[in-house]
């Protein structure tokens, strides 16, 4: 299964202003991994796919790497 993500720079719009800059990045997951994602959007209030990966890389960074999640509030281009 392939998951296509639309990013918005410099971030999704919940987190700063949107940009009509775009890119994808495409990655692959297990039919099971698909199963568990659509059920999580299913019941939570995730849009589709995409929003639920934006938001789930923004946390990991956010956690892992915050250095990183402040750099996305300081530059606006």
Known sequence: ME???RF????DSRVLPMSKETVNIN???TPTLKKI???YID???????SEF???ALREKIRRDAP???KEMFRANP
């Open 3 to 5: 998951i296509n993500i």
């Open 8 to 11: 918005l720079y410099p971030s």
């Open 27 to 29: 990655f692959r997951v």
């Open 37 to 39: 994602i659509e059920k």
């Open 43 to 49: 019941q939570d209030t995730y849009i589709n796919v």
């Open 53 to 55: 990966a934006r938001d």
């Open 67 to 69: 250095q990183f999640f």
